[in-house]
């Protein structure tokens, strides 16, 4: 099968770049044999794929090592010492907080995560290290205000993810044909609504994290009405000029539509 397709879409296998992966209730000896069958390796906890590991551990802090030790790595090159305030902004807006990025464009990361974010761009302002600590004078939750209401415009990690995430869910609403939205739809919604099914306890990052979004996506979400046949007129947000886009009850019944 893999030879055919290899054959139609001109595209060669690595082999020995490939690996592959069973469910637990699967016997090992099987396993082992499928493996030996196919020329691939089985897959370990420790394989990565752009940077992202395949196999999430059991802690999910742990898994995002390798992204907390990227980022100190990046600042070794750097001279704070001989920066300005300036300087340390430009660079914590410009590079510090593109690096998680592409990792949280993917999934929400946990809260752990992002408080060790926070603490390496602290750090990094304040210019402090395990062998200089600094008297720190300003609240770090000023510094995430707008400039015009004095503050420094720093985007705080948290919501930068959220934001990332929300952009993903509104592109599996918007483009149901694309692979992976086929993909997700076909494993996890098993109603047709993605904003009433149930998040499980077993569900892929992804998947969760898409779920745990949709409080912020309901605030601004409203139906483009065509035939009406999948909104419910009672709970759905459907009319743009009430508030929440909800009709609410007898007292809105008089307002054109």
Same mark, same amino acid.
């Given at each position: 099968?893999?030879?055919?397709?290899?054959?139609?879409?001109?595209?060669?296998?690595?082999?020995?770049?490939?690996?592959?992966?069973?469910?637990?209730?699967?016997?090992?000896?099987?396993?082992?044999?499928?493996?030996?069958?196919?020329?691939?390796?089985?897959?370990?906890?420790?394989?990565?794929?752009?940077?992202?590991?395949?196999?999430?551990?059991?802690?999910?802090?742990?898994?995002?090592?390798?992204?907390?030790?990227?980022?100190?790595?990046?600042?070794?090159?750097?001279?704070?010492?001989?920066?300005?305030? %300036?300087?340390?902004?430009?660079?914590?807006?410009?590079?510090?907080?593109?690096?998680?990025?592409?990792?949280?464009? %993917?999934?929400?990361?946990?809260?752990?995560?992002?408080?060790?974010?926070?603490?390496?761009? *602290?750090?990094?302002?304040?210019?402090?290290?395990?062998?200089?600590?600094?008297?720190?004078?300003? %609240?770090?939750?000023?510094?995430?205000?707008?400039?015009?209401?004095?503050?420094?415009?720093?985007?705080?990690?948290?919501?930068?993810?959220?934001?990332?995430?929300?952009?993903?869910?509104?592109?599996?609403?918007?483009?149901?044909?694309?692979?992976?939205?086929?993909?997700?739809? %076909?494993?996890?919604? *098993?109603?047709?609504?993605?904003?009433?099914?149930?998040?499980?306890?077993?569900?892929?990052?992804?998947?969760?994290?898409?779920?745990?979004?949709?409080?912020?996506?309901?605030?601004?979400?409203?139906?483009?009405?065509?035939?009406?046949?999948?909104?419910?007129?009672?709970?759905?947000?459907?009319?743009?000029?009430?508030?929440?886009? *909800?009709?609410?009850?007898?007292?809105?019944?008089?307002?054109?539509?």
């Amino acid at each position: 099968m893999l030879d055919i397709y290899s054959l139609w879409s001109g595209q060669v296998i690595n082999y020995d770049k490939s690996s592959i992966h069973f469910s637990p209730k699967v016997d090992k000896d099987e396993c082992d044999s499928l493996a030996a069958i196919l020329g691939v390796q089985r897959m370990r906890m420790s394989d990565k794929y752009l940077g992202h590991y395949l196999l999430l551990p059991k802690s999910r802090i742990v898994s995002f090592d390798g992204l907390i030790s990227k980022i100190p790595t990046r600042l070794k090159g750097w001279k704070r010492d001989n920066l300005s305030h %300036a300087g340390c902004l430009q660079l914590i807006q410009s590079t510090l907080a593109s690096i998680p990025i592409y990792y949280m464009a %993917a999934y929400l990361l946990p809260k752990g995560v992002l408080e060790k974010i926070l603490c390496i761009q *602290r750090n990094f302002w304040w210019k402090k290290s395990e062998e200089r600590h600094r008297l720190i004078f300003t %609240a770090w939750s000023k510094f995430y205000k707008p400039k015009e209401d004095g503050g420094l415009g720093i985007q705080t990690p948290e919501k930068v993810n959220v934001s990332l995430v929300m952009k993903m869910a509104w592109r599996f609403l918007t483009q149901p044909q694309a692979l992976w939205c086929q993909l997700l739809s %076909a494993k996890y919604l *098993r109603t047709e609504s993605y904003w009433t099914e149930k998040k499980y306890w077993n569900s892929s990052p992804i998947w969760s994290s898409l779920c745990s979004v949709r409080n912020y996506m309901k605030e601004g979400t409203c139906w483009c009405v065509g035939d009406g046949h999948k909104i419910k007129i009672w709970t759905d947000p459907w009319v743009p000029n009430l508030p929440g886009f *909800r009709v609410s009850g007898i007292s809105d019944a008089g307002i054109k539509i």
